[in-house]
Nanobody, 126 residues
Framework: QLQLVESGGGLVQPGGSLRLSCAASGFTLDYYYIGWFRQAPGKEREGVLCISRSGGSINYAASVKGRFTISRDNAKNTVYLQMNSLKPEDTAVYYC???????????????????WGQGTQVTVSS
């Protein structure tokens, strides 16, 4: 079964940190670009960051610049989202998704995603 599973969410105080993990099973993440998305209550889903096959990152959300970083460990078939200096407005369900780039491009993130995880809740509150 092909699936992505997020973990690492939880309740954290403002200014705190969390690291989310996105683990793949049934397929190899090395062939995919991986995006992190989030959806807050009553809001549309928004892109946060994407990482290409080569490890380059693209920032989709200006609000997380300088606070969130994305990384991948292909040996563990896992992608991470490190979130620092968390703010209450970061509260959302966070999803990871995998997309296969055309012609196996290693350097770009695309707009289409083939697999999605179920999400993990992040709550930032004092």
């Amino acid at each position: 079964q092909l699936q992505l599973v997020e973990s690492g969410g939880g309740l954290v105080q403002p200014g705190g940190s969390l690291r989310l993990s996105c683990a793949a099973s049934g397929f190899t993440l090395d062939y995919y670009y991986i995006g992190w998305f989030r959806q807050a209550p009553g809001k549309e889903r928004e892109g946060v960051l994407c990482i290409s096959r080569s490890g380059g990152s693209i920032n989709y959300a200006a609000s997380v610049k300088g606070r969130f970083t994305i990384s991948r460990d292909n040996a563990k078939n896992t992608v991470y989202l490190q979130m620092n200096s968390l703010k209450p407005e970061d509260t959302a369900v966070y999803y990871c998704a995998a997309g296969r780039p055309p012609a196996g491009n290693r350097y770009r993130c695309g707009d289409e995603y083939d697999y999605w995880g179920q999400g993990t809740q992040v709550t930032v509150s004092s």
